[in-house]
């Protein structure tokens, strides 16, 4: 995959959207607060779909916000050049993403209150998203070869890096009780208990209908439509929708579309090995 890159302790950030001024700075010097929840995915795993959960939850379902400011300010990536601006004028509680992996957050937080959401998705979804991905953010040479792809995600050389260490990495704060795992497929099978359990979590009490109002507004269908969330707010020459869509398909099981047989025999071989250790039964491994 290729974009113009510099590595910060074996992960790969975007030259111009990170600097290594900005990612020293949100692993040492960024100060969580006791009230913040922390949005945190491997990069295409259903990021903005959680910004607008976690927001519509903080705002009891009430869409004025997710109507009136773009999804990409709701909740910045803290570890962005972009981000220390937009974060100094929130107000908390704040919901602030990341796709930083855990060996690289923000040292404040394991000494806070502060909680983390961090959503996954199959892997192999994941591929087909980025692979379309290349074609509409500017900062990407646009990939052509669907192969050569998957062993660049295999081998860390794309966004983020590895996404394997990105899931180790985070899977060992599994049962603190700040940390609270959810999948994208589990969200595609049953948003409405999903949101229940977020609110459970987060220590938000919403009742029945406002909990109708955050699913309404955080369907592929709301959020396609919402000119402030479907990313339509991001300059042309930055992200061009005309070659393809930000919200692309929110779909499970993409990846029969794209895969060959042999490149998913392959990618399961590989996943098994590099998984082996983790001891969580993956959603997306019992439905696809
Ligand atoms: P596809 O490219 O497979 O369609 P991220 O926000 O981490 O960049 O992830 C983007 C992916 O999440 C895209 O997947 C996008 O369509 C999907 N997505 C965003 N909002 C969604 C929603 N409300 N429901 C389902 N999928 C959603």
Redo the contacts with the bound molecule.
């Keep these: 995959m290729a974009f113009n890159h510099f590595e910060v302790k074996g992960t790969r950030f975007i030259k111009g959207v990170h600097s290594g001024e900005s990612v020293d700075y949100a692993e040492n010097e960024f100060q969580v607060l006791n009230d913040d929840v922390y949005n945190v995915?491997f990069?295409?795993?259903?990021?903005?779909?959680m910004i607008?959960i976690l927001n519509l939850i903080k705002h009891k379902g009430d869409v004025s916000k997710s109507s009136s400011v773009p999804i990409f300010e709701r909740s910045p990536w803290y570890e962005t050049v972009a981000a220390k601006e937009l974060i100094n004028k929130m107000e908390s509680p704040r919901v602030l993403s990341s796709h930083l992996p855990l060996h690289t957050f923000a040292k404040s937080f394991f000494k806070s209150k502060a909680k983390i959401v961090y959503t996954m998705r199959n892997p192999k979804?994941i591929i087909?998203?980025m692979f379309?991905?290349t074609k509409i953010l500017s900062i990407f040479e646009a990939a052509e070869d669907f192969e050569k792809f998957i062993d660049d995600f295999i081998q860390g050389q794309v966004l983020f890096g590895s996404w394997f260490e990105h899931v180790k990495g985070w899977m060992t704060m599994k049962d603190d009780s700040r940390f609270l795992f959810v999948t994208?497929e589990e969200?595609?099978q049953d948003l409405r208990g999903c949101v229940v359990r977020l609110c459970k979590f987060l220590g938000q009490e919403l009742d029945d209908a406002q909990i109708d109002l955050v699913v309404k507004y955080?369907?592929?269908k709301?959020?396609k439509e919402n000119i402030m969330s479907n990313w339509s707010q991001m300059p042309a020459d930055v992200l061009d929708q005309t070659k393809g869509s930000?919200?692309?398909?929110?779909?499970a099981g993409?990846w029969k579309n794209h895969f060959t047989v042999a490149q998913s025999e392959y990618f399961d071989k590989i996943y098994k090995e590099k998984m082996k250790d983790v001891n969580v039964n993956f959603f997306w491994e019992q439905t696809s």
């Design positions: 995915t990069p295409k795993s259903g990021t903005n779909w607008e979804d087909v998203s379309h991905f994208y969200l595609l955080s369907t592929f709301s959020m930000f919200m692309r398909k929110g779909v993409d």
